[in-house]
């Protein structure tokens, strides 16, 4: 079955613009998971989305959003891009959303601003 | 709040060689433990998980790891390292949010370097 896909896979923006990348997760899977990788603060948890409502949110200000639809498939959105928010942008699924469930990543959406 | 350390930033082995990748982790209940490898370009994939009953778990790509309460660790071990394991591993805990569903916190990763 297909996996988690994840568009754009690279981009690039400048200071003060907004991005909105795109999660599909896999067929069947109700709960998206984003999270931000970088270099000096590694992986850190945004948001998780489950059946169209935000569940849980981490510690990242306002201008990080996000939102899921009906099918499950999710945006998130950066609002004012700053120079430390180019990261490695990676999506997950899973079944329920539980932690006894596996999490299933996408390869990621590179922001890089410039 | 949960924690994970992986003390080890960088190792390499030799190919063949066995390989053992150390975590350990702070969280107040018995926690849920993963181990994810990412190859460079690429998203996580979970190479095994614990959430109770044998400490010892068999993953894929013949990887094991070891569950030790009493030293909070889940230390990654694979007995001969194929080239081809040369990527990132990360330990994670998962944690039971109060308003149901996951979220995962990683440690920092080991990047493993194999010689031929």
């Known amino acids: 079955k297909a996996g988690v896909t994840q568009t754009p896979r690279y981009l690039i923006k400048t200071r003060g613009q907004q991005v909105t990348l795109s999660c599909s997760p896999i067929s069947g899977h109700r709960s998206v998971s984003w999270y931000q990788q970088t270099p000096g603060q590694g992986l850190q948890f945004l948001f998780e989305?489950?059946?169209?409502?935000?569940?849980n949110k981490g510690n990242f200000p306002g201008r990080f959003s996000g939102r899921q639809f009906s099918n499950s498939r999710s945006e998130m959105n950066v609002s004012t891009l700053e120079l430390g928010d180019s990261a490695l942008y990676l999506c997950a699924s899973s079944r329920q959303g539980d932690p006894t469930g596996e999490l299933f990543f996408g390869e990621g959406s590179r922001l890089t601003v410039l | 709040a949960q924690s994970v350390t992986q003390p080890d930033i960088h190792i390499t082995v030799s190919e063949g060689a066995s390989l053992e990748l150390r975590c350990n982790y702070s969280y107040g209940a018995t926690p849920y433990l993963f181990w994810y490898v990412q190859s460079p370009g690429q998203g996580l994939q979970l190479l095994l998980k614990?959430?109770?009953?044998?400490?010892l778990v068999q993953g894929i790509k013949g990887f094991e790891a070891e569950f030790k309460r009493s030293q909070s660790s889940f230390n990654l071990r694979k007995p001969s390292v194929h080239w081809s394991d040369a990527a990132e591993y990360f330990c994670?805990?998962?944690?039971?949010?109060?308003?149901?569903?996951?979220?995962?916190?990683f440690g920092t990763g080991t990047q493993l370097k194999v010689e031929l």
């Open positions: 994670a805990v998962g944690d039971v949010l109060t308003g149901g569903g996951n979220k995962l916190t």
């Open positions: 614990y959430f109770s009953g044998d400490t």
């Open positions: 989305y489950f059946s169209e409502t935000q569940r």
